[in-house]
């Protein structure tokens, strides 16, 4: 009987992890998280203001620029003196991998018009990418009709605003965006947009934005 008591005992221990300590599992690293949830936990309307400072940083005064560690800035730029109302052509953001704007290329597109008009005073003119400029494997966007062609009598479009995405494995988000003369097709301005995502199950933690 003794022996008996002494076995289930043992058991019982076993059990319940008599004289162990519970064992931890480190949780799964990499989780990764859809487009679609990383775009909507994403502020992107005052991402695109700070995009849109310094887009327009050269032509106007008191832009500032977006703060660092994700912060944004609200501060609006005030035309300098004397300068004429400016007008941009801004095309839809396109997918680097398909070369096509993409549901994600459209809200892009939308937002950046919106921050340049209201940021940076500009008049907006707005196109269809492909009509205009054509993006080759490695990135390189280049206009497919001549100057002469862009512009018109009611609009100087002397620049044009032109946006790219990418999404990368290790959930981040690449967003670059050009200003183009389009007389010389000279790139006078880009800025870059780089978004790290923290993912838990399919659903961003956080973010961080450089």
Do not use: W
């Not at 183009?180 to 995502?197: C, H, P």
């Amino acid at each position: 009987m003794n022996y008996l008591k002494g076995v289930l005992l043992l058991l019982l221990c076993l059990m319940a992890g008599c004289g162990h300590q519970p064992r931890t599992y480190p949780a799964s690293s990499g989780s990764a998280c859809s487009s679609q949830e990383m775009l909507k936990a994403t502020d992107l309307k005052s991402l695109f203001k700070e995009v849109a400072v310094d887009i327009c940083a050269d032509n106007f005064i008191g832009c500032q620029p977006g703060a660092a560690g994700g912060g944004h800035t609200t501060d609006l730029c005030a035309e300098k003196e004397g300068a004429r109302p400016t007008t941009v052509l801004v095309t839809d953001f396109v997918d680097l991998n398909s070369f096509i704007p993409k549901q994600t290329g459209l809200i892009m597109g939308e937002l950046m018009r919106g921050a340049l008009s209201s940021v940076c005073h500009y008049k907006i003119v707005q196109a269809e990418f492909a009509a205009y400029f054509k993006l080759s494997e490695n990135g390189l966007v280049s206009l497919t009709r001549q100057s002469s062609e862009i512009k018109n009598d009611e609009y100087q479009q002397d620049e044009a605003v032109v946006g790219t995405y990418n999404y990368l494995s290790g959930n981040k988000l690449l967003i670059f965006v050009k200003k183009i003369n389009t007389g010389t097709s000279r790139i006078s301005r880009m800025v870059t947009k780089e978004l790290d995502y923290t993912c838990s199950d399919n659903v961003v933690v956080s973010y961080t934005v450089k």
